[in-house]
């Protein structure tokens, strides 16, 4: 997935001088207003993410894609966050089209589970890259071509 030519990885957060993942997709939106952002997460961070600094503020500002997880799936989609934007859920067959809804939507994909933790996939051990707000400060943000 993090290999796609449409997906980059990068220190964006340095550059910006932001801390939190809202902050950073405020910035973003500022900075390239005709990029299609969507948000890609693993459902580890879905339970958890209504502990994140304005945390609501992510699911109004781009499309998130959730991606299953080993043992997560069922806490992701029980989450505080998944109950309280349940009704802008889409169907896992529309995540195609993600980038072009207006958020707040979210998909769930049910992918073939990676055994591998974050931080093997980030410390290259893992077949990409990725990295969470809560281990490294860092994003992974999806910017198709407009």
């Known amino acids: 997935m993090a290999r796609h030519p449409r997906i980059r990885v ?8 932001t801390r939190y993942t809202a902050e950073t997709l405020r910035r973003l939106k500022r900075r390239f207003p005709h990029t299609r952002f969507v948000w890609l997460m693993g459902a580890d961070n879905l339970v958890q993410i209504a502990s994140w600094k304005d ?5 109004h500002a781009v499309p998130i894609a959730v991606f299953a997880r080993p043992t997560y799936s069922l806490r992701a989609l029980t989450a505080k966050a998944a109950r309280r934007f349940a009704r802008n859920r889409l169907r896992e067959s529309a995540g195609r089209r993600l980038a072009d809804q207006e958020p707040p939507a979210w998909v769930f994909v049910h992918n073939r589970p ?5 931080t093997e996939i980030r410390t290259g051990r893992g077949a990409g890259t990725g990295r969470t707000e809560k281990s490294t400060g860092r994003s992974q943000v999806s910017a198709p071509p407009t």
Do not use: H, V
């Open 10 to 17: 990068t220190d964006i957060e340095a550059r910006l001088g």
């Open 55 to 59: 945390w609501p503020q992510i699911f």
């Open 114 to 118: 990676n055994p591998l933790s974050a």
